[in-house]
T-cell receptor, first 112, second 114 residues
């Protein structure tokens, strides 16, 4: 089945700096790659997603890039703020079915 | 819309007891997912349903775990008998049948088995 690796597991940046989280997937047929943000004690919530026919997508301070050849995708957060502190999960969806395979998560800490 | 509803929000039980977690998906959503989250293993998919039918239960850890979806608005995840290693946060999520639709998560049930 699909295997999603996520790095780093923890990331600490200063407010205003950029943060990058990287994921790789194993199933070349995967076609949908969402990113979820989970604040402490809360539920995961979708922040951005990308489909396999697109190389990059931006939404204000966040962007996601996808390299299908290398089978990896990344989340970029610019001008980080303390409220960006959370655990971020990447996921990949195989072509068949509707389930997502999640990475292990990255705990991002933005210090003032 | 109230979003995905889960109950109870917290459950503390003793080893050997039966535990039943409940989920009400968003109205109109026809796919429902049960996840377990722990520090060690992250977010694991246990089982998912499409149109009330279990599609993939390969993530269910053992026979002590069972899930049902008797209708489009209700699902249960049962653990019998419960063990301390079952302690985790259990999330239910739902979405509309599509390859690209966002999964909406419920608030989760924090289960502690003593």
């Amino acid at each position: 089945g699909e295997n999603v690796e996520q790095h780093p597991s923890t990331l600490s940046v200063q407010e205003g700096d950029s943060a990058v989280i990287k994921c790789t997937y194993s199933d070349s047929a995967s076609n949908y790659f969402p990113w979820y943000k989970q604040e402490l004690g809360k539920r995961p919530q979708l922040i951005i997603d990308i489909r396999s026919n697109v190389g990059e997508k931006k939404d204000q301070r966040i962007a996601v890039t996808l390299n299908k050849t290398a089978k990896h995708f990344s989340l970029h957060i610019t001008e980080t703020q303390p409220e960006d502190s959370a655990v971020y999960f990447c996921a990949a969806k195989p072509t068949s079915g509707y389930a997502l395979n999640f990475g292990k998560g990255t705990s991002l800490l933005v210090t003032p | 819309d109230a979003g995905v509803i889960q109950s109870p929000r917290h459950e503390v039980t003793e080893m050997g007891q039966e535990v039943t977690l409940r989920c009400k998906p968003i109205s109109g959503h026809n796919s429902l997912f049960w996840y377990r989250q722990t520090m060690m293993r992250g977010l694991e998919l246990l089982i998912y349903f499409n149109n009330n039918v279990p599609i993939d239960d390969s993530g269910m850890p053992e026979d002590r775990f069972s899930a049902k979806m008797p209708n489009a608005s209700f699902s249960t995840l049962k653990i019998q008998p419960s063990e301390p290693r079952d302690s985790a946060v259990y999330f239910c999520a739902s979405n509309r049948e599509s390859s690209y639709n966002e999964q909406f998560f419920g608030p989760g049930t924090r289960l502690t088995v003593l």
